[in-house]
């Protein structure tokens, strides 16, 4: 097996298939992309070159574009400062359940199993204005001066987009924080606690730094999704009010596929790729330290 693998011919044939398909699958749509950025092709037909004035729109003077990147880092920053501190609480919650550890693990995931479909038309169900079990709900606590048309508000509807998308994804965060602590050897929480640590330090200072290799994962998981994000959006609201609750991903199918921007459409992705290729940069950098083993 050495001999073989110290044969450059034998590894490089070994290799070539997939670095052909990455060449194929990735890096040639990326080049097509970056083309057809540069013309004003509707998806059909002729088309003019266009240099870089496609680019140049997006990133100077396309406002929209601007507020769904915004939009994007308002729903990351909501995930990481909100919903993954209370998954990490509910997934410690859980692994002290006892006999009913099965029970909450499932009840806990459903809405990550549930169709985005079904769980977005029921959401807009529970936000409209008129027979919204929402404003029901405000109504019936004596609070009718607080119903609002919450989807239909250009001010409120992106906080309920957050809070659904928060929602649907918080069994995938609960269930990653729960897997660390289930790798957690039981030593330790008996050495801490024979140490004298109580609850709160053994916590902060055994359990949490040990969980940093999950909670690494996790917030590269949470980066990914609240960039992407898309079928929520596209199904709720579709950007409205007024592009108030536009993501990129939404954004981009609108120009390409709606208003036949094909060309428009393509620089937006590619500036979209730039973009995250940036933050991926930025998270290795940041994640450099390497984190011991237990």
Same mark, same amino acid.
């Given at each position: 097996?050495?001999?073989?693998?110290?044969? =450059?011919?034998? *590894?490089?044939?070994?290799?070539?298939? !997939?670095?052909?398909? /990455?060449? /194929?699958?990735?890096?040639?749509?990326?080049?097509?992309? &970056?083309?057809?950025?540069?013309?004003?092709?509707? !998806?059909?037909? &002729?088309?003019?070159?266009?240099? @870089?004035? $496609?680019?140049?729109?997006? %990133? #100077?003077?396309? !406002?929209? #574009?601007? =507020?769904? %990147?915004? $939009?994007? @880092?308002?729903?990351?920053?909501?995930?990481?400062?909100?919903?993954?501190? *209370?998954? %990490? %609480? +509910?997934?410690? /919650?859980?692994?002290?359940?006892?006999? @009913?550890?099965?029970?909450? =693990? &499932?009840?806990?995931?459903?809405?990550?199993?549930?169709?985005?479909?079904?769980?977005?038309?029921?959401?807009?169900?529970? #936000?409209?204005? $008129? +027979?919204?079990?929402?404003?029901?709900?405000?109504?019936?606590? !004596?609070?009718?001066?607080?119903?609002q048309d919450w989807l239909g508000d250009p001010k409120l509807a992106i906080w309920c987009i957050i809070v659904v998308v928060m929602w649907q994804g918080f069994g995938y965060a609960l269930l990653l924080y729960y897997a660390g602590l289930q790798g957690i050897p039981k030593d330790l929480y008996e050495a801490a606690e024979l140490d004298g640590a109580g609850r709160v330090k053994l916590y902060t200072r055994v359990v949490i730094p040990l969980l940093s290799p999950m909670v690494r994962v996790a917030v590269v998981i949470a980066v990914t999704a609240c960039l992407k994000q898309m079928e929520t959006v596209f199904l709720m609201t579709n950007g409205g009010p007024a592009n108030t609750t536009q993501f990129i991903g939404n954004y981009l199918y609108k120009t390409a596929f709606s208003s036949s921007l094909y060309g428009?459409?393509? &620089?937006?992705?590619?500036? /979209?790729?730039?973009?995250?290729? *940036?933050?991926?940069l930025a998270m290795n950098k940041a994640f450099k330290k390497d984190v011991g083993e237990f």
């Open positions: 097996m050495h001999k073989l693998m110290s044969n =450059r011919i034998t *590894i490089f044939w070994l290799v070539a298939p !997939g670095f052909m398909l /990455f060449l /194929f699958m990735v890096c040639l749509p990326i080049v097509m992309s &970056a083309y057809y950025g540069t013309t004003n092709w509707t !998806g059909i037909g &002729a088309y003019d070159f266009v240099g @870089l004035d $496609n680019y140049t729109n997006i %990133l #100077f003077h396309d !406002g929209v #574009f601007w =507020r769904s %990147l915004l $939009n994007a @880092l308002l729903l990351l920053a909501a995930t990481l400062l909100i919903q993954h501190p *209370i998954a %990490l %609480l +509910f997934a410690i /919650f859980v692994t002290h359940a006892g006999k @009913l550890e099965k029970w909450f =693990r &499932a009840i806990f995931f459903i809405p990550a199993v549930i169709s985005i479909v079904v769980t977005s038309k029921m959401w807009v169900s529970v #936000f409209h204005p $008129n +027979f919204g079990m929402f404003n029901k709900l405000l109504e019936g606590m !004596g609070l009718s001066a607080w119903k428009y459409g393509n &620089a937006i992705s590619v500036v /979209f790729v730039i973009i995250c290729l *940036i933050l991926t």
